[in-house]
């Protein structure tokens, strides 16, 4: 495509290109955006270096080579801000400049948007659903390595209160936290057999009675038993890792308060999702540790956008195809909502002319600049924004938009024609 | 885990660590070992530099950091080849060395080894049901940037042909293969409308007839006759993204042979999993471009795989946690086949003592070393040698076993106890 555009010329085209996604997956409320930063980071590093141009120079004629060489994107960039909802059409992203220089980007935008809005769509859901405990992000070993440190980005967005992957702390800043694992208890394991109590001992040695002993590795009962033995009332927490972790949280929560360990917390973990964790509101859980079904997206572990080209030298294009029709033309978008907060309907216009909005509602644009003749615009939201921006956004949603049940999205998309 | 056990010095005694799975997601018959390359070469660059220090800094003691800084891995390390397959409770990796340098690598493996074998898994799969026809990996827009390249790289070795990630044709040297988007065609939109002419022409220009032209951006009997009249009949492929794609194969291949195209091949993409290519087995199809099914793993995300400590200081341990049981020991697998060359059953017997085989069977070992005393050692498979291995081992597979419904494995995994 790029060769064939810059050899006649078309590649210089002024064109833009749009992220969206045509509905939101499996019968979901809504979406959250989450990988906007990550995807500006990653193209200020978008280069084609001698390495890449030697492979590329196995089919790329020498002029398109040169292009690449020399390649930096020169446009504007304007999207949904990281943790604001999206709804079936909304304009996520939207990438104007060059046919070239915004083409060569798709996989790039959309790898990372649908990606890390995946994880951040399941896990918003899992918060919810958690209400004011504590969800721990767990699900590293699930997903690729690098995958991971973008889902605990991505979690944390969406109201997760800390992970264990050492390297998302490192890199974004995020809370750590963690508990041992069943190989710790395991490893004290001498010529009389198991010794749960020096596991707990030496890991108390280690950190103090403020930490969090997994009590499931061998019997649950004896495991809270030898926890309090060693640790005494004071215990931080008690993590279940297996079984029915309702019926046990009851049971550890009574056997804790007869020991008079009243405030050792109980943290349960295992195959929890959002549907899980709502089933155990009832139950006396103060914490959950989220894993597999985070970093997959709780069956959706992608966010189904695409990035199409909507505009070529200023005039509105679009395909055609069977059940694929995209809108053309450069979009903006605002959410309206009444006096009282709740949003009413995601409006998508033609990007320069505001919509008509009746008088009795309040009209929010959605869409920010990111980047302007190639350059970053300062002030891109920090991590604490973002996670902020959500917890108001789902606020505002009228209350059917929260249920975890399939249905139709929280709020209608109204497009308004230019 | 690490500061406890290194305060008291468990950390240096001996240990086994076995990564497996429990079971095979979706009743699927059987799993496909891949990544284990990757976590080997991972693993010579795991290390523990000054920004990583700063940030374990937080929260782990002087010496704790000092042990960190120094980490080589030292121990041993055998496993399953890449494109082998696996059944519940392969010991698809065996790592063995102190307790400290063995279970810091518990998420660099599973991560590894859970992202690309379900990948992997799922491509073989499709793969299977394409049988001759080729496929080309399509996907990395669905899926984090980097998990976008192993994902490439596992489909390689499940038997796709080509793929359209050009970082993975770079880093691991696949084939590389694609087709222009429907942004090409609308990009020849000028005041007159849409010239889909113009832009097969340019195509044509830029890559010659042998190229594939995406017909399916407007009408696609006349994105068929534009085609053949741009570029006459030894046109080399058309691509149709949308639609029933087997009522449309059919009609395009009639309109091509009217039109004297003989030859002109049919490319199918758009949401192609393993039943869609199964479906259109009886269809004038060429080849196909599979997506988001390959990078999602076919509602399979994960491989489900876990790293557990199966021996201290040469005595087995194992949890008893209720549904997640673990049988201790560290272990070795030899997949018994009849004279036939037909696989019977996987024994997975105590590491050191061969197994009892019937007489009438073939054991075929399936572990084969790593790493040697931290060093890795020479000789590991390329990736066109895993390709083949897995192509022989479905050849092996009881007919049942590569059926696409959901079902047991194809061959019962045996535990022989120590």
Not at 144 to 151: G, K, L, P, T, Y
Request: aromatic share 6%.
């Amino acid at each position: 495509m790029l060769s064939a555009a810059l050899a006649d010329g078309s590649a210089h085209i002024p064109c833009s290109f749009e992220v969206f996604a045509r509905r939101l997956p499996n019968g979901r409320r809504y979406g959250v955006v989450a990988g906007t930063a990550r995807f500006i980071e990653a193209l200020t590093r978008f280069r084609f270096g001698p390495d890449e141009l030697d492979t590329l120079g196995s089919f790329l004629d020498g002029s398109t080579l040169e292009w690449l060489r020399k390649y930096r994107f020169s446009g504007d960039i304007d999207g949904y801000r990281e943790g604001d909802l999206y709804f079936p059409g909304s304009p996520v992203l939207s990438v104007r400049g060059t046919f070239a220089e915004c083409v060569i980007l798709e996989t790039l935008a959309l790898s990372i948007l649908n990606h890390d809005s995946a994880i951040a769509s399941a896990a918003a859901r899992m918060s919810s659903s958690a209400g004011s405990r504590p969800i721990i992000e767990m699900g590293s070993r699930r997903t690729h390595e690098e995958a991971a440190v973008a889902s605990s980005r991505a979690a944390y967005i969406a109201g997760f209160s800390a992970t264990s992957n050492l390297e998302a702390v490192r890199r974004h800043g995020l809370p750590g936290a963690g508990t041992s694992a069943h190989a710790f208890t395991l490893l004290y394991t001498g010529a009389d057999g198991p010794n749960e109590k020096a596991a707990f001992a030496a890991q108390i040695r280690a950190l103090g009675v403020s930490t969090t002993l997994l009590v499931d590795t061998y019997d649950i009962s004896a495991g809270v038993a030898n926890a309090i033995e060693v640790a005494g009332p004071d215990l931080g927490g008690v993590r279940i890792d297996s079984g029915d972790l309702g019926v046990l949280a009851g049971q550890v929560r009574r056997q804790l308060d007869d020991l008079g360990a009243t405030k050792t917390k109980i943290v349960v973990s295992g195959d929890l999702d959002e549907y899980a964790i709502a089933a155990l509101r009832a139950e006396p859980v103060d914490s959950y540790g989220v894993g597999t079904s985070l970093v997959t997206g709780s069956g959706a572990p992608t966010a189904g956008m695409v990035y199409k080209l909507v505009t070529v030298d200023g005039r509105p294009v679009a395909k055609r195809s069977d059940h694929k029709q995209t809108r053309g033309g450069a979009k903006a978008a605002l959410r309206a909502t009444r006096a009282t907060g709740t949003a009413v309907e995601e409006v998508v216009y033609p990007l320069g002319s505001p919509p008509p909005i009746d008088d009795d509602l309040v009209g929010t644009p959605l869409t920010v600049p990111y980047v302007r003749e190639g350059h970053v615009v300062d002030g891109l939201p920090a991590l604490a924004d973002s996670r902020a921006l959500l917890r108001s956004r789902l606020v505002s949603l009228p209350w059917e938009g929260l249920k975890l049940s399939n249905g139709d999205p929280a709020i209608p998309t109204r497009f308004v024609d230019a």
